[in-house]
């Protein structure tokens, strides 16, 4: 699997006229599957998907500035240690976020976006679980500057 910030984008952007749908039903897809990690979120959803929006999009925009794509997704990984997340919660959220791209994109989707995107996901997954696992076991920057 491999990134194709091309297909990355051009999907991206025939799906982001839908805005606030895209999230709404990203959400309906997460809890109908996995109605356990309900419970985690706030009860109105608004302000969440808005912000999970607003993620999407700079995950996107900086998908060629690894630097800083790292630096976002470390942080964004360790902020979720204190929102009950744990690290085997994500390929849940990554099904759910990769149906609902897939539904949005509609013949813009093909098997090579679909590729593209899993890779996208696969990273953000791994650096993510990795903040938040070191966070979770009260490692992580100050530990390692300390040590
Ligand atoms: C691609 C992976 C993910 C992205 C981009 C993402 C993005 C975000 C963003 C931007 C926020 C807003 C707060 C903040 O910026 O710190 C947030 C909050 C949250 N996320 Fe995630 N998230 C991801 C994965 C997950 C996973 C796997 C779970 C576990 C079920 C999860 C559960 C939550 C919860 C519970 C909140 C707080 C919601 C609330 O206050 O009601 N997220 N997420």
């Known amino acids: 699997m ?4 091309v297909l990355i984008k051009s999907s991206f952007a025939v799906v982001e006229p839908h805005g606030p749908e895209v999230a709404a039903r990203f959400y309906r897809h997460l809890f109908e599957h996995n109605p356990g990690v309900r419970s985690l979120f706030a009860e109105h959803l608004d302000g969440q998907q808005d912000r999970l929006w607003a993620a999407l999009g700079a995950l996107v925009t900086r998908l060629e500035d690894t630097d800083a794509l790292l630096a976002l997704l470390r942080d964004l990984g360790r902020r979720h240690a204190g929102y009950g997340t744990l690290p085997a919660h994500f390929p849940a959220v990554g099904a759910s976020l990769i149906a609902t791209l897939r539904h949005f994109a509609g013949a813009a989707w093909t098997p090579a976006t679909e590729d593209s995107w899993q890779a996208v996901y696969g990273t953000v997954a791994a650096t993510m679980t990795q903040a938040l696992t ?3 076991s ?4 100050a530990a390692a500057a300390a040590g």
């Open 2 to 5: 491999t990134i194709d910030p």
């Open 134 to 136: 070191e966070a979770l």
């Open 138 to 141: 009260g490692a992580g920057p």
